[in-house]
């Protein structure tokens, strides 16, 4: 088993800046991706970013590039999304994902096998 704990959230005013981290723990040997999802009351799940562990290759939804900056430290088995010029419509729980079992696409939630608990952002205006 693999758990996933992630830090960082927070109340921020718009343009605003926060870093999360998501540390694994556990079984982690085999890591191929992890990821970040976010929920917003009354919305569907959506994908924010992914990293892939070997490789460090990275992925972004449109509506954050240019904004947020995924990054791993494989030593540490921690992902880091960097935001930057927040905006209210990020607000959001968001959920840190991990993947081992080489396959989907990254921004599908079902490629993921390990969920953390969530963390709180809030943007205000």
């Known amino acids: 088993q693999v758990q996933l704990e992630e830090s960082g959230g927070g109340l921020v005013q718009a343009g605003g800046s926060l870093r999360l981290s998501c540390a694994a723990s556990g079984r982690t040997l085999g890591i191929n991706a992890m990821g970040w999802f976010r929920q917003a009351p009354g919305k569907e799940r959506e994908s924010v970013s992914a990293i892939t562990w070997s490789g460090g290759k990275t992925f972004y939804a449109d509506s954050v590039k240019g904004r947020f900056s995924i990054s791993r430290d494989i030593a540490k088995n921690t992902v880091y999304l960097q935001m930057n010029s927040l905006k209210p419509e990020d607000t959001a729980g968001y959920y840190c994902?991990?993947?081992?079992?080489?396959?989907?696409?990254?921004?599908?939630?079902?490629?993921?096998?390990?969920w953390g608990q969530g963390t709180q952002v809030t943007v205000s205006s």
């Open positions: 994902a991990l993947d081992t079992m080489h396959g989907g696409a990254w921004y599908v939630s079902g490629t993921y096998e390990y």
